[in-house]
């Protein structure tokens, strides 16, 4: 499974941008997305996740970081084979450079909030937010 990340930039604050994550390969095993930020010096940091194999059946298919909540949509494209992560409403502390990663696991969710359930990563796209 290979992921290309893209659609980082520089925006002002209270601009909005589209993350994508493309996945290639053999992505039938694939159970879930996740985008996570970094920057430097600090460990990686989860944003959002979504489910995308339709075979797990939960009440709850997509989560946020609580800072990000309301700002921020995670969803897919079956065709596109694409994840994106709208965020809206960006602040300075939105600047990161953010990685998108697919996990292999099955589970109803509580596990993607860890980088340690993804196996395939994308390279980071930045996003600056900057007045």
């Known amino acids: 499974v290979h992921l290309q990340a893209s659609g980082g930039g520089a925006v002002q604050p209270g601009g909005s941008l589209r993350l994508s994550c493309r996945l290639s390969?053999?992505?039938?095993?694939?159970?879930?997305v996740g985008w996570f930020r970094q920057a430097p010096g600090f460990e990686r940091e989860w944003v959002s996740w979504?489910?995308?194999?339709?075979?797990?059946?939960?009440?709850?298919?997509?989560d946020y970081q609580k800072s990000v909540r309301d700002r921020f949509t995670i969803s897919r494209d079956n065709a596109k084979r694409t994840v994106y992560l709208q965020m809206n409403s960006l602040r300075p502390e939105d600047t990161d450079a953010y990685y998108c990663?697919?996990?292999?696991?099955?589970?109803?969710?509580?596990?993607?909030?860890?980088?340690?359930?993804?196996?395939?990563w994308g390279q980071g796209t930045q996003v600056t937010v900057s007045s």
């Open positions: 990663a697919a996990s292999g696991t099955r589970d109803s969710g509580g596990k993607y909030y860890f980088a340690g359930a993804y196996e395939y």
């Open positions: 390969g053999f992505t039938r095993d694939v159970y879930a």
């Open positions: 979504l489910i995308t194999n339709d075979d797990i059946i939960v009440y709850v298919t997509t």
